[in-house]
């Protein structure tokens, strides 16, 4: 079954420190990868994708993702973190048999002064 | 270029009632797709639509229902309103090139409250 995991309902970092929101999936065909923000009370803003070439894709705000196939892993990360980078994170995939996207729980990122 | 609108932002209905949401998308984007935001259940896709017909659906009652007119604007309408479907209903719209390549950009949705 095709299916999205966060492992970490919340992920606790220090401003300053590296932070790295988890992402595994498991998918039939070739998988279309993407990291969404949301911060309260909004809508989903796009980070970055992952659809072929590379496997460390950099986006938006200073994130960056690293796809890795033999461990289905699509983690998202960032060398420094900011306060203002607290917010709720999902990772989604999409099949390429029938383009839907299968998203994560998603991940409440606290960053911490 | 103005992103995805959404309107009503907030709605407050009652059980058994009917409710209608609209969504813009981006200028030139063919494809909307609906989505349901609960605490527990996270997002779930409801359908997508792309030149006025429906190309994908989500496990959701035929209560959930949609549309697309020729200008690419969405509604979506739940008929026989439940407590369950108390939600934030986001609308994403995208260029919607075959293959599933593309970014899906989220309006900031609709807050629907079901008493």
């Known amino acids: 079954a095709q299916s999205v995991a966060q492992p970490e309902d919340q992920v606790n970092v220090a401003e300053g420190n590296p932070l790295t929101v988890k992402c595994t999936y498991s998918v039939s065909g070739n998988p279309y990868l993407f990291w969404y923000v949301q911060y309260p009370n909004r809508g989903l803003q796009f980070l970055l994708k992952y659809i072929t070439g590379d496997n460390l894709v950099k986006g938006s705000y200073g994130f960056e993702a690293e796809f890795n196939k033999s461990q289905t892993s699509f983690h998202l990360k960032k060398p420094s973190a900011l306060v203002s980078d607290s917010a709720l994170y999902f990772c989604a995939v999409r099949d390429d048999s029938n383009y839907q996207l299968i998203w994560g729980a998603g991940t409440k990122l606290i960053i911490k002064p | 270029k103005a992103g995805v609108t959404q309107t009503p932002r907030y709605l407050i209905k009652t059980r058994g009632q009917q409710v209608t949401l609209s969504c813009s998308p981006i200028?030139?984007?063919?494809?909307v797709s609906w989505y349901q935001q609960t605490p527990g259940q996270g997002l779930q896709f409801l359908f997508e639509y792309f030149s006025e017909t429906q190309r994908n659906k989500g496990n959701f009652p035929g209560r959930f229902s949609g549309r697309q007119f020729s200008n690419s604007r969405s509604e979506m309408n739940v008929s026989t309103l439940e407590l369950g479907d108390s939600a934030l209903y986001l609308c994403?719209?995208?260029?919607?090139?075959?293959?599933?390549?593309?970014?899906?950009?989220f309006g900031p949705g609709t807050r629907l409250l079901v008493l």
């Open positions: 200028s030139g984007h063919r494809s």
């Open positions: 994403a719209s995208s260029l919607a090139q075959r293959g599933g390549r593309e970014t899906q950009y």
